[in-house]
């Protein structure tokens, strides 16, 4: 019997329909589709417009259709574990509504909160869960609402995230076909420059905190630039130099989709050519926890069995890391 190691065996990803273009944000504020293009790269972005639905919402219909699309029974599942800062409450946790909407009925759930680390985060620690042989289907989704938090009068926040959901499934594999490895980092000395101020035990919902526009994200951009570039670029050089990777054996990089000029950084600094770096910012905008997953979704018919993959992610905090996966399944 060979070493197991978590292979992601499917992927599926879920967007809102309403379609939030630059062109609709400069009626909204002080902006232009060209400013927001040259410093974001992103051309529009998705929103879940429907005020009785969720993160969770987003979740269960990418699971949904993941559980599809992978011919497997929801009462199979062993473990899910949801990726988010924006949870539909405080608790109970979204997970659990997700396996609730999905009618997955054996397994548990949890939360997992690291930014937009969460699914890099989480997908590490759904392989550990596989690699130890207590559980064969784990599933890992990454999603957030960042609508729900967003004060659309400023622009250096609002014109970057968007909503939506994607989910994996991680199976045990015995031909070396998985998760290989993970640097995964994180040291809290970013709490000022990108966080959500109110809502948490430190500064409960107030009057005040609701009037100051606390419970919004809140972002400065130029040193969380320099942070997020410094630190996926240094995480990545130091994953590929463990594991014998260069640019030649590595198929596809796959960053945290915050801002194309951090992406075409990160690709410069590591020495990677950007037409093997996965890119769709300018469609569905900076989705948080959801990035990760919503690229590998939309890049699956270019995948192969045995490509080495580098996933890297960058978030508030600061959190940060990167992961080496060796695809499991021929996309197309």
Same mark, same amino acid.
């Given at each position: 019997?060979?070493?197991?190691?978590?292979?992601?065996?499917?992927?599926?990803?879920?967007?809102?329909?309403?379609?939030?273009?630059?062109?609709?944000?400069?009626?909204?504020?002080?902006?232009?589709?060209?400013?927001?293009?040259?410093?974001?790269?992103?051309?529009?972005?998705? #929103?879940?417009?429907?005020? @009785?639905?969720?993160?969770?919402?987003?979740?269960?219909?990418?699971?949904?259709?993941?559980?599809?699309?992978?011919?497997?029974?929801? @009462?199979?599942?062993?473990?899910?574990?949801?990726?988010?800062?924006?949870?539909?409450? *405080? $608790?109970?946790?979204?997970?659990?509504? #997700?396996?609730?909407?999905?009618?997955?009925?054996?397994?548990?759930?949890?939360?997992?909160?690291?930014?937009?680390?969460?699914?890099?985060?989480?997908?590490?620690?759904?392989?550990?869960?596989? /690699?130890?042989?207590?559980?064969?289907?784990?599933?890992?989704?990454?999603?957030?609402?960042?609508?729900?938090?967003?004060?659309?009068?400023?622009?250096?926040?609002? #014109?970057?995230?968007?909503?939506?959901?994607?989910?994996?499934?991680?199976?045990?594999?015995?031909?070396?076909?998985?998760?290989?490895?993970?640097?995964?980092?994180?040291?809290?000395?970013?709490?000022?420059?990108? =966080?959500?101020?109110?809502?948490?035990?430190?500064?409960?919902?107030? #009057?005040?905190?609701?009037?100051?526009? /606390?419970? $919004?994200?809140?972002?400065?951009?130029?040193?969380?630039?320099?942070?997020?570039?410094?630190?996926?670029?240094?995480?990545?050089?130091?994953?590929?130099?463990?594991?014998?990777? +260069?640019?030649? +054996?590595?198929?596809?990089? &796959?960053?945290?989709?915050?801002?194309?000029?951090?992406?075409?950084?990160?690709? =410069?600094?590591?020495? $990677?050519?950007?037409?093997? &770096?996965?890119?769709?910012?300018?469609?569905?905008?900076?989705?948080? *926890?959801?990035?990760?997953?919503?690229?590998?979704?939309?890049?699956?018919?270019?995948?192969?069995?045995?490509? +080495?993959?580098?996933?890297?992610?960058?978030?508030?905090? $600061?959190?940060?890391?990167?992961?080496?996966?060796?695809?499991?399944?021929?996309? *197309?």
């Amino acid at each position: 019997m060979g070493k197991i190691h978590a292979a992601i065996t499917g992927v599926h990803g879920y967007v809102p329909d309403y379609v939030l273009t630059n062109a609709e944000l400069e009626t909204m504020m002080d902006t232009n589709d060209q400013w927001i293009t040259e410093r974001t790269g992103i051309k529009e972005r998705r #929103i879940l417009k429907e005020t @009785d639905k969720a993160t969770s919402f987003m979740g269960a219909e990418a699971v949904k259709g993941l559980l599809e699309k992978t011919n497997t029974n929801p @009462d199979d599942i062993d473990l899910t574990i949801c990726c988010t800062v924006t949870g539909d409450f *405080a $608790f109970p946790d979204t997970a659990q509504l #997700i396996n609730s909407q999905v009618g997955i009925n054996n397994a548990f759930g949890f939360d997992l909160v690291a930014a937009c680390s969460g699914f890099l985060f989480g997908l590490t620690t759904g392989a550990t869960y596989v /690699e130890s042989g207590r559980y064969k289907k784990v599933l890992v989704v990454g999603a957030d609402k960042m609508s729900s938090i967003m004060d659309y009068t400023d622009r250096s926040t609002s #014109i970057i995230f968007g909503d939506g959901a994607g989910a994996v499934l991680l199976e045990p594999n015995e031909e070396g076909i998985g998760v290989k490895d993970s640097l995964l980092r994180g040291d809290g000395v970013g709490k000022d420059f990108l =966080r959500q101020k109110a809502g948490g035990s430190l500064h409960p919902a107030t #009057i005040e905190t609701v009037t100051n526009k /606390e419970h $919004f994200i809140f972002q400065n951009g130029k040193p969380v630039f320099k942070a997020a570039v410094k630190g996926m670029s240094g995480i990545v050089r130091e994953l590929m130099t463990r594991n014998d990777l +260069n640019a030649e +054996n590595v198929a596809w990089v &796959v960053p945290h989709q915050a801002n194309i000029r951090i992406i075409e950084s990160v690709a =410069r600094m590591a020495d $990677f050519p950007m037409e093997k &770096v996965m890119v769709n910012i300018q469609k569905f905008g900076n989705t948080t *926890a959801a990035t990760l997953p919503l690229c590998l979704w939309d890049y699956e018919s270019k995948l192969k069995k045995g490509d +080495n993959l580098i996933l890297t992610a960058f978030g508030g905090g $600061f959190t940060w890391g990167a992961t080496h996966v060796v695809w499991a399944y021929d996309g *197309a």
